[in-house]
């Protein structure tokens, strides 16, 4: 089911935007959630820096390895069985630490639906291996927070290049400032604008 906020988001993004009309008319679809917390930052950090064929091939040996894929499972392997699955050594490191964020409670999910965009990203980027971009991606993708703009990717960056400035890759302070016209919902703007490069469903 896609968010109880997306015909509301996209019928006012293509009555506010002509651009975006064009692509809510074009693209069928919505963001959706993916997987348990904790498995979607896990996967996060398999992916970082490596093709999707070589992640999913990591992931499916973790997965093996780990069974059911929670932190408590990670922490009872030592790093180098971890890395034996195909993790390289500091992703091991990564993925230790984001196993014992949650089993200590400082990363604690059913927290969030209190806290803001920003407070979770600052929880999330507490962990070695977490940058703000892969925040961001979880908020967007698991959480589907409706208002999120991720000014790092380089997918929106070449997505409003193309359709707003003429091709000319923005500057972060421009890229936000043509984001502004997209409040309250820069998730469902950010969405189409990744289709419109990209006709495959984009998930994270």
């Known amino acids: 089911m896609p968010p109880s906020y997306w015909q509301k988001a996209r019928a006012e993004l293509a009555a506010s935007d002509p651009v975006m009309a064009m692509l809510v008319a074009r693209y069928e679809g919505s963001i ?8 979607t930052l896990l996967r996060a950090i398999v992916g970082q ?35 034996e699955a195909g993790l390289s050594a500091r ?3 990564y993925v230790v630490d984001l196993a014992l964020h949650w089993m200590d409670g400082r990363l604690a999910p059913e927290t969030f639906p209190d806290k803001t965009d920003d407070e979770i990203i600052a929880d999330l980027t507490a962990v070695r291996g977490i940058g703000r971009w892969t925040a961001e991606m979880f908020l967007m993708f698991n959480l589907n927070r409706p208002d999120v703009w991720p000014v790092d990717d380089i997918g929106i960056q070449k997505a409003v290049a193309l359709h707003y400035l003429e091709g000319v890759r923005p500057t972060l302070a421009a890229l936000r400032e043509v984001g502004e016209r997209w409040r309250p919902w820069r998730t469902v703007a950010s969405w189409y604008l990744w289709r419109s490069l990209d006709p495959d469903d984009i998930a994270y």
Do not use: M, T
Not at 50 to 63: C, E, N, T, Y
């Open 32 to 39: 959706r959630s993916r997987g348990a917390p904790f498995e």
């Open 49 to 83: 820096q490596i093709s999707v064929k070589a992640a999913d091939a990591v992931w499916g040996r973790l997965q093996a390895l780990l069974g059911e894929v929670l932190p408590e499972h990670v922490l009872a392997f030592d790093p180098q069985a971890l890395r």
């Open 91 to 93: 992703k091991a490191e």
